[in-house]
């Protein structure tokens, strides 16, 4: 990760750059502690922690580190101009950090930054991405806390933050009396006993704004707690629903903290489901699904992919991060994976009546609201049980597929779009073989193959199709015997007709 994101994703209240004579595009790889009674020993790549001394008393430390990606100093104010004559000197980036942040807390949240997990098949991104995902769809402010109260990641936000959300990014506790109060209420009890959303009213002679917050769970054991400080605009009902998913969705990143090779197994459990490499008993016990109970498929891929491939990878995985958050407030055990452009989510346990073509319209316009991504989805069929999930799989690719051929629309099912999934098909199959053609038709230009496509889509009905075409019905009566005589064709016949129409689509 550059040094350039890290700064990003720590944000005001905690960094602020001083100097970076190597730019920001510098690697970081590792985060280390600086102490004077130590014999400095910094690698490229580390981002070294300055502990113990302050001002004039840090610059030999600064001048120590000049293989590393930068420094970071404490500041009471000001900072001293010998620390950024000696950051300038050595070459390395100097950034300053409040007097009242701890040293633990902020090498924490670095490692926190500098982790990019991926669980389930899901490109999540790491805490600090997620937390700006969660963010995005609820429309607040987030932060993500352990079970001891510890910020773990936070949001950027140009809105106004309130003085508990900066207390607790400095690793310090929030006002006493509001804490006490949230104990008196027992929100700290609900919190840790299910996955309900809290509400907590504003507090405006302590200058604490209105949250939601949800208790993040595996199984019954609570791993952490995600804050949602109201911003500009009011919370709502919706971002109560994103707030159950992104809970979900964390907690994957969270035990996956605490188990490496138990991710690292379920990485492509999907992919291995929908390959036919594992079987259904297997994965329903990896995520605690019946597998005989209805499952689906729903495959979705960007309409506007960028030339940039770095860019284009970064929009599909915030795409992901969006999808995963949205299928597990709908379903605690769905699963999300990339296959190249394309996104699956495996939605088990359905219930009778499955809203999903709901579902995924909610997602496409969320993609489209938070992502800026406009976004083609398809919807296979719910199919009895878990193990023929690759029949939906297959019907949603089929759907997908027409749509990035001819098919101009956002979301559909076979059972919507069938019989131009099928035509779609056919000339995919045709533009395949060239030989299956008839050459006959090639005589025709621009203008004789449209009216005589406009004429047959209509039944022979010469009003209906010239209306279509915007010109006079003896324009296309001439057209259609003109494209007769050039082409040899002939029109009564049923067969000759069938295939002209055909063909000409391909056009």
């Known amino acids: 990760m550059s040094l350039q994101d890290v700064l990003i994703a720590l944000g005001d209240p905690l960094v602020e750059l001083q100097v970076a004579p190597r730019g920001l595009d510098v690697d970081v790889l590792d985060v280390v502690i600086l102490d004077p009674d130590d014999v400095p020993d910094v690698r490229p790549g580390d981002l070294a922690l300055v502990i113990g001394v302050r001002g004039r008393a840090a610059v030999p430390l600064v001048r120590s580190a000049r293989r590393a990606a930068a420094v970071v100093v404490k500041s009471d104010g000001a900072l001293s101009p010998l620390l950024r004559q000696a950051a300038l000197d050595a070459g390395v980036a100097l950034v300053a950090v409040r007097p009242e942040v701890r040293w633990e807390h902020l090498e924490s949240l670095v490692r926190g930054v500098l982790v990019s997990p991926s669980t389930n098949g899901e490109v999540l991104g790491d805490l600090f991405a997620l937390a700006q995902t969660i963010a995005a769809l609820t429309g607040g402010i987030v932060s993500i806390e352990d079970t001891s109260s510890r910020v773990l990641a936070y949001s950027r936000s140009s809105d106004e933050v309130d003085e508990l959300r900066r207390l607790s990014i400095l690793g310090r506790q929030g006002p006493e009396p509001y804490l006490k109060m949230l104990r008196d209420w027992g929100v700290y009890q609900l919190l840790r006993s299910g996955e309900d959303v809290v509400r907590i009213d504003e507090r405006p002679e302590l200058g604490i704004r209105r949250r939601i917050a949800i208790g993040i769970h595996a199984g019954p054991t609570p791993l952490g707690t995600i804050w949602v400080q109201e911003g500009d605009a009011p919370l709502t009902e919706q971002a109560e629903r994103a707030l159950l998913g992104a809970a979900r969705v964390t907690a994957l990143h969270l035990v996956q903290r605490r188990n490496e090779p138990t991710a690292a197994f379920r990485e492509n459990l999907l992919a291995s489901l929908l390959d036919g490499r594992m079987d259904a008993e297997s994965v329903a016990g990896q995520i605690g699904a019946d597998p005989g109970k209805p499952a689906a498929v729903v495959v979705f891929a960007s309409r506007d992919e960028s ?201």
Do not use: C, W
């Not at 992901?320 to 949205?326: A, D």
């Not at 939605?347 to 083609?376: K, M, N, S, W, Y």
């Not at 779009?417 to 779609?424: A, D, E, I, K, Q």
């Open 307 to 507: 030339a940039d491939r770095t860019e284009a990878e970064l929009r599909r995985n915030e795409l992901t991060g969006l999808i995963s958050v949205h299928a597990a407030a709908y379903r605690r055990s769905a699963l999300v994976t990339q296959a190249g452009a394309r996104t699956y989510v495996l939605l088990p346990d359905l219930p009778p009546g499955a809203q999903l073509l709901a579902l995924t319209r909610e997602i496409v316009a969320a993609a489209h609201q938070h992502v800026g991504l406009g976004v083609r989805a398809a919807v296979g069929s719910a199919v009895p049980t878990l193990d023929e999930a690759r029949v939906s799989r297959q019907e949603a690719d089929r759907v997908l597929d027409a749509m990035g051929r001819d098919l101009d629309v956002d979301v559909a099912t076979l059972d919507d779009v069938r019989s131009r999934v099928l035509v779609s098909e056919t000339l995919a199959l045709l533009a395949e073989h060239p030989r299956i053609r008839d050459p006959r038709l090639a005589k025709l230009d621009g203008d004789l193959a449209r009216s005589v496509l406009a004429y047959l889509d209509a039944f022979g009905d010469v009003r209906s199709a010239a209306k279509l075409l915007h010109v006079h019905p003896n324009t296309l009566r001439y057209r259609v015997r003109r494209a007769a005589e050039v082409s040899g064709i002939d029109l009564d016949d049923p067969l000759q007709r069938l295939f002209a129409q055909l063909q000409l689509r391909l056009g």
